[in-house]
């Protein structure tokens, strides 16, 4: 199915739009068995090549969904992938190569997902980047490359998420994955603090005009998450001990100390809020913004 564009449909496509009963080819398109909160739930994740994205990718995979794994980084898809296979074997899965910033891409790995599931229920934006400068340093080509990735690219999946789920009348679930950063500024982030906070209430405006269609749309807001992140790389680290007059080793220690519960953040517990979110339980929750950082920052 081709979404957008300005040629008009075939025969076939527009036989296949009126005879469309959504539920019934969901049914051959995603046959996925396994038992969980999502059970028959179809999920695009971006980002699923690394970090945040893959651990919501094998979350979510776990509670039973359908999973395309979008991310402009096919290799790393694929390794996660084969990650999910390998501890569940009977995964309903698709590589969805997607640059989050381009529409034209964006609207292929739709396509593909419409082709091999049939539908969609979930969204997950998580495809994002950091790049630390003072602001006196940031080269504004850095600027402006985060806000395509980290807003652009947010925009550009949840409009195409919007019309599938509003052509299937059966609501969904759209979540930002934002920052602790989005709430409380971090220093020299000038970058990710904008986009973290305009992808926050990019998802309360997006709440508003998609609730008459069951659509939800949250956000959620880790702390710091070092397992599997690129964001955290060496380097990285390196500027954070320099900045804290810390050894790297001492690094992610001293931002377990920052938090209430004194607990290292996992993937798994980042995945497992937004499973909540995306589920039938928090069927009359939308437009929040969730906050999953071992208690680092209190909402105002
Ligand atoms: N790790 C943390 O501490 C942390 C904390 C709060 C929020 N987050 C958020 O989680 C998300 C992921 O962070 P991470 O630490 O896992 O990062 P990461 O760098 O490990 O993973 C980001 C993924 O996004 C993909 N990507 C980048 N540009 C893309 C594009 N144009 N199109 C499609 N895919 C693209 C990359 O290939 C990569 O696989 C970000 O939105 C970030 O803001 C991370």
């Not at 979404?3 to 019934?24: H, Q, Y």
């Not at 396509?111 to 091999?116: A, E, I, Q, S, Y």
């Not at 980290?150 to 919007?162: P, Q, V």
């Not at 790389?233 to 931002?255: F, L, Q, S």
Request: positive net charge.
């Amino acid at each position: 199915m081709s979404m957008g564009g300005i040629k008009s449909l075939t025969k076939r496509e527009t036989d296949f739009v009126n005879n469309w009963e959504s539920e019934a080819f969901r049914q051959k398109a995603s046959g996925c068995s396994i038992e969980g909160l999502l059970k028959d739930k179809i999920a695009m994740v971006t980002g699923a090549g690394s970090g945040l994205g893959r651990s919501i990718a094998i979350g979510i995979a776990k509670a039973g969904a359908a999973v395309a794994l979008g991310d402009i980084d096919t290799t790393a898809a694929e390794q996660t992938k084969a990650e999910i296979l390998k501890q569940l074997p009977s995964a309903e899965l698709l590589v969805a190569q997607c640059n989050v910033t381009n529409e034209q891409s964006v609207q292929n790995a739709y396509n593909l997902l419409m082709d091999k599931f049939g539908g969609l229920d979930i969204l997950v934006n998580a495809a994002g980047i950091a790049p630390a400068f003072s602001m006196v340093d940031l080269p504004v080509d850095k600027w402006r490359m985060t806000l395509e990735i980290n807003l652009t690219g947010y925009l550009l999946m949840a409009k195409y998420a919007a019309k599938i789920m509003i052509a299937q009348k059966m609501g969904g679930s759209i979540v930002n994955l934002s920052s602790k950063s989005g709430l409380e500024a971090s220093k020299n982030n000038t970058p990710y603090n904008a986009t973290k906070a305009g992808e926050i209430h990019m998802a309360r405006g997006w709440a508003m005009e998609l609730g008459n269609h069951g659509i939800r749309v949250n956000s959620v807001c880790p702390g710091n998450v070092f397992e599997g992140s690129k964001i955290w790389n060496p380097e990285y680290i390196k500027v954070c001990a320099k900045k804290y007059g810390i050894k790297p080793e001492e690094v992610i220690p001293y931002y377990v100390k920052k938090t209430i519960l004194g607990l290292e953040i996992k993937g798994q517990d980042i995945a497992d809020a937004i499973i909540f979110l995306s589920s039938e339980k928090a069927r009359v929750i939308t437009g929040q913004t969730l906050v999953v950082d071992a208690g680092q920052v209190m909402v105002r």
